[in-house]
């Protein structure tokens, strides 16, 4: 069972990895374009998109609660309860958006413990104050991601993604680098682009549930619901540990460059161009995560333990042994990728001295990631928000901070070392709890 389910999640990550990648990609081209622009802008979307990011992907993690209970409700042979559920999903989404666009328009409630030079912080308002105005697409967009890949169906995110990127390769390059009307807009052309991509994204994804095969299947926009507080909770008990766990993965990355504001903009913009390739590398696993999360869910929701465990032992196996590989040959492809982002030789210096930190971590990330879902999909969430809070920000934060300016005072290498060692802590943690998760439930009448 195991080669065979193997195939499956490969065939069901795919066209995740290329969503997934076609959404990084759009911070990808932000950071390629405005290395062209200056240093400063450049130091700018390094910040302004770590908080940007932090803020949609802990909004997310809540969301994402509607992928374990739509899978257990489709293996379990409920699918006439699964178009309430995502509709109250989207009601979530549009009351979880009123904080985060509220947090991105007043950014100095942060910014204020970063400090840096003002040229960059005035960038960082403008860029986030844009931003929020694609919160709202950007999360019901989400909501519609997890219900896609919770019921095995990836392609037409996959589509989406793709014309999104390209769309966002063309705009931002015609704003940020010519301007409306003649006048380059640095930072904030890559902003508007991103608003533009996030409302087409939402609307081709609402019109795809309007007339695609999963709208003719399951009608989730027939017989609307109000906002049902039931339904809410069991979304929220679920999600919000989920939110939180986002939220401290992602900030134990994207925070570093408020950590290392006062290094200067080279060492932020570096480490900006380091941060974005290992986001890239990190797609891998996490698409075979959410694979392995929507097979194990099903399986789960059937009572199929058999075929959960396979899914299980096929999603670690698989993403330990291609993320390896994909660090390897970053390492060893370093030097070229980083010349295509940036012109300036120290900027380049300092990206390539990290280069070393993301090979070394690609196995134990792995492993951390396909756990963490799997334990999703047993609706298990409150312990490994734990331990992954333990982790990334105890070990990861707090060790990074002590060894770039207590310890040895290894500068933005401190956080990245200590980033490598939170990664294998995870993974020593979050493999044992899955096993005694699977044991546990597995064994409830």
């Not at 374009?33 to 240093?39: D, F, I, R, T, Y």
């Not at 049902?228 to 939180?244: I, T, V, Y």
């Not at 310890?407 to 490598?420: C, D, T, Y």
Request: some cysteine.
């Amino acid at each position: 069972m195991l080669i065979p389910l193997a195939r499956e999640l490969l065939a069901h990550a795919t066209p995740i990895l290329i969503a997934q990648l076609s959404s990084i990609g759009m911070m990808v081209v932000d950071t390629a374009v405005l290395g062209h622009v200056s240093a400063t802008d450049l130091a700018a979307v390094a910040i302004g998109g770590g908080i940007h990011v932090s803020v949609v992907f802990a909004l997310v993690g809540i969301l994402q609660a509607i992928a374990p209970v739509v899978a257990h409700l489709h293996g379990a042979k409920r699918d006439d309860e699964v178009a309430p559920v995502l509709q109250q999903g989207f009601w979530l989404a549009l009351c979880l958006s009123l904080p985060g666009v509220l947090f991105l328009t007043h950014p100095d409630v942060l910014l204020q413990y970063a400090p840096m030079d003002e040229a960059v912080a005035d960038k960082v308002r403008i860029y986030l104050g844009l931003l929020a105005w694609g919160l709202p697409a950007a999360l019901c967009y989400r909501t519609f991601y997890a219900f896609c890949n919770a019921l095995g169906k990836p392609r037409v995110l996959m589509g989406i993604g793709l014309l999104s990127l390209a769309l966002h390769a063309v705009l931002a390059w015609a704003f940020a680098l010519h301007g409306w009307l003649g006048a380059p807009l640095g930072v904030a052309g890559c902003a508007l682009s991103n608003i533009l991509i996030a409302w087409l994204a939402c609307s081709t994804g609402a019109a795809y549930l309007f007339f695609g095969p999963l709208g003719q299947r399951y009608r989730p926009f027939a017989n609307w619901q109000r906002p049902r507080w039931r339904s809410w909770r069991q979304l929220l008990r679920l999600g919000l540990p989920m939110g939180l766990s986002n939220l401290v993965e992602i900030t134990s990355f994207t925070l570093i460059s408020l950590f290392i504001a006062s290094l200067g903009a080279t060492v932020v913009a570096g480490h900006r161009i380091m941060a974005n390739l290992a986001a890239l590398c990190y797609m891998l696993p996490l698409s075979l995560a959410i694979a392995t999360l929507a097979n194990v869910g099903q399986s789960v929701g059937g009572r199929n333990w058999p075929r959960a465990h396979a899914a299980i032992g096929s999603g670690l196996l698989l993403a330990a042994s291609l993320s390896s590989l994909v660090g390897l040959l970053l390492w060893l492809s370093a030097a070229a990728l980083i010349n295509a982002y940036t012109d300036d030789p120290a900027v380049r210096a300092v990206a390539l001295s990290l280069a070393v930190y993301i090979a070394i971590y690609q196995f134990f990330d792995a492993l951390q990631t396909v756990a963490g879902h799997a334990l999703r999909a047993y609706h298990i969430t409150f312990v490994p928000m734990l331990v992954q809070t333990l982790c990334f920000w105890g070990v990861g934060l707090v060790g990074g901070w002590w060894l770039c300016y207590r310890g040895p005072q290894m500068g933005v290498e401190g956080f990245w070392l200590a980033s490598v060692l939170s990664l294998i802590l995870a993974a020593l943690l979050m493999l044992p709890l899955l096993w005694k998760a699977m044991r546990v439930t597995e064994s409830s009448p």
